[in-house]
């Protein structure tokens, strides 16, 4: 039986995903995660992130995790420290 999910789960599932990305790229606080290294790990681990790509970005600026860059996105302090569990 197929998963069907919200599309608040995709996009929550999406956001998670693309956190795991930055962790296993070993981006720095500061760092940007190009967009030419992101869509091969997202095609791997989230075959269906094209769907809710924008609006997990989004969710991500939103949360000030990432700030978009010209050719991908940037990790902030904030994401940094979140995904390190650094945000007490």
């Not at 956190?19 to 791997?44: C, D, N, R």
């Amino acid at each position: 039986m197929p998963e069907l999910h919200s599309e608040a789960d995709n996009i929550e599932n999406l956001t998670q995903c693309i956190i795991a990305a930055f962790k296993a790229m070993q981006v720095p606080e500061g760092g940007t995660l190009s967009y030419q290294q992101l869509y091969p790990y997202l095609q791997e681990h989230y075959p269906k992130y094209k769907d809710v790509q924008k609006e997990a970005e989004h969710h991500l600026t939103k949360e000030g995790f990432v700030n978009p860059a010209p050719d991908g996105l940037m990790l902030t302090q904030v994401g940094y420290d979140f995904m390190y569990g650094k945000n007490d």
